[in-house]
């Protein structure tokens, strides 16, 4: 329903492996920048939604499925939406592809459950619910 | 049906974030960990592997269910097994719990495809299959 | 004596740790993406330098100075200049200061010496001598 | 004056590069592996000290020479002390080598500034003193 964000970066040398490409945990990285700057596409900053509002999206689950490997100093485009948002749960979509050829690299979700500095599950302030387009109930 | 290995780790002050705990990339790093001591359990090296018999099993998908957040310095318990193997792909699966509770932490597994060391699909070596569990066609 | 070169990039979550600030080997991976663009800037592509010439610039030497702890989001100028080199070594300086506010972050250099792919140091091919500000001893 | 302390670890995929060696800020990394180990053979938990006296040591400059590459799977001892103690900073000495062979990978030292947790410098606890073999003025 969101607009997707896309974002660019360049493949790190501290990226990649002995194999030559880019290590598999590393797509999780590129993962958390899509989602920073969806954050941001979408009118809110993450940091400051952490700091000012002590609300966090801890990671509940990470799927990657790895279809074409990346390398050093290619341009990748990480393109990221919503694909599910409740007020205690988000859910976030990603497509990692090159730049310069348009080759799907790899693509995958992460889902977050709301929580507290404490680390307790709490609900997200409303605030929140049209920029990842949660429907307000009290409307 | 191959015996599952379990190896310990203690974790960094690199693996935490801002949140206080582990990133969550840092797990698939720990399945990497666990992964090539039971190769090492199951009487192979993956390194000699893939330097001997130019064979390396790249990622395809990875899975992780986070359940627990881990802290600096906690030390964590790596299980890892063979979910499912025939000559072209192995899963293994996974599961890391704190070695002073036994919490679970998380959870999950990785698919790979093996290849050659130029990325192209091939069967695995017929020595590896008695290791992985793979029924030899021809016996 | 050649032109410095800044590159941006934006602090990773995954690149803070629980002090909540930037885990400090992470600065040796930003001099890094500074070296890599530097040499964009002078003129030459460090990833074709090892795929076309087979030469590698290993580490010898890292040194950083902490000054200012970045933080997560925080947008980061990187700039990086050749600071000595010669046929056998090149050195390279980097200052690394927040773009908001142009507060010194940190500054350091690494030592790098010139190996061929089986690691055995070698000569750089001389096309990078102008490049990289070497002179030229037969000119 | 302390007595060193050494410990081990074995080197993780992750941790290499396209150069199929450790990618040289990991050895900052493995430096934080060797301090903490420190830090508990000297009869204290870093882990505790952040939490209970809030106090950190943060780093305040790294430096590393590089002299033989270590590669995936090797065992590597990381040897660390105590090069330098007083009240508000302490000096951390590593030298890194092969289990195999006891071939030098890497040296270093680290040096670190005591503040609290808002940065801020301030002095050791007292109870420290004795451990990093500060002597005690009072005495």
């Known amino acids: 329903m969101n607009q997707p964000c896309e974002t660019r970066l360049r493949v790190r040398y501290a990226e990649t492996d002995r194999m030559g490409v880019v290590y598999y945990a590393n797509y999780l990285v590129w993962m958390e920048v899509g989602r920073v700057e969806l954050c ?59 730049a310069e050829s348009d080759r799907v690299l790899a693509s995958g979700h992460t889902r977050h459950i709301v929580v507290n500095s404490a680390m307790q599950t709490v609900r997200l302030p409303k605030k929140y619910y049209p920029l990842l387009g949660i429907p307000d109930p009290t409307a």
């Open 40 to 98: 941001k596409s979408l009118g809110f900053s993450y940091r400051d939604m952490e700091v000012d509002d002590s609300v966090q999206l801890a990671v509940a689950e990470s799927y990657c499925r790895y279809k074409s490997p990346a390398r050093f100093d290619d341009e990748v485009i990480v393109k990221t939406w919503v694909d599910e948002a409740n007020p205690r749960v988000v859910v976030f979509g990603y497509e990692m592809r090159l």
